[in-house]
């Protein structure tokens, strides 16, 4: 960890437009909360800078992917419990230090309502979950009923953008990225349809035997 934070001491000291330091935190274990204490250590050191001005004249912005992982979790020893609150902190208060949050999940119902609230812009994808729509309902700065009701209806790479600077909210088509993300979904029939063709060649030799 003293690594990972002189490495974030140095990104938040060294003058520059352009700079992305990715942390992939992919190989930590779940045992233990390992992941969530590192990615709140990580969100408290960021804090920290912030409030010594070391992000006022050259803003950041903060990434967390499957934030839901992180956010909103709860720590525990035998005696006590402790809250790993420092990304709720940055997005209540990042902003005047320069330091701002990006957050994605697939679990709107999993971040906390708190952090939710301070969000000025969405990007929403397809959405099947009730619980997911309604919060994303009371979250959206401009919305109503019939979008949130078209959520489950949007295809692959639309979304509904929702912003303060918006006055309506807005359907687009994303363009498909130029590197293409391992995420495609495997066809379950392709899988039953060659599990099949085995099945009946083990059939044809056991009748031939």
């Known amino acids: 960890m003293q690594g990972l934070f002189l490495c974030l001491e140095i990104l938040s000291s060294t003058t520059g437009n352009k700079k992305l330091f990715y942390i992939n935190l992919s190989n930590l274990p779940f045992s233990f909360d390992i992941r969530e204490v590192v990615a709140n250590s990580i969100g408290k050191k960021m804090l920290h800078f912030a409030r ?3 992000f006022k004249k050259h ?4 990434v967390i992917d499957e934030a839901h992982q992180f956010l909103n ?3 525990s020893n035998d005696f006590e419990s402790f809250k790993l609150e420092a990304f709720d ?4 208060e990042g902003r005047k230090y320069g330091l701002f949050l990006c957050i994605t999940t697939q679990r709107p119902r ?3 309502s708190g952090t939710l609230s301070q969000v000025g812009t969405f990007i929403v994808h397809r959405l099947i979950n009730q619980k997911d729509k309604e ?3 009371n979250a959206l700065p401009t919305s109503n009923k019939d979008i949130i009701n078209y959520l489950s ?3 692959q790479g639309e979304v509904i953008i929702s912003s303060t600077d918006i006055k309506i909210p807005l359907l687009l088509k994303v363009n498909e990225p130029i590197i293409s993300p ?5 066809v379950f029939t392709e899988y039953v349809k060659e599990n099949q063709h085995i099945e009946l060649e083990n059939d044809e030799r056991l009748l031939k035997i």
């Open 52 to 54: 010594q001005g070391e």
């Open 59 to 62: 803003p950041v912005v903060m």
């Open 73 to 75: 979790k709860t720590v």
């Open 89 to 92: 902190y940055i997005a209540k």
């Open 110 to 112: 999993d971040i906390p």
């Open 135 to 137: 919060i994303i309902l």
């Open 153 to 155: 209806e949007l295809g």
């Open 182 to 186: 391992d995420s495609v979904t495997p």
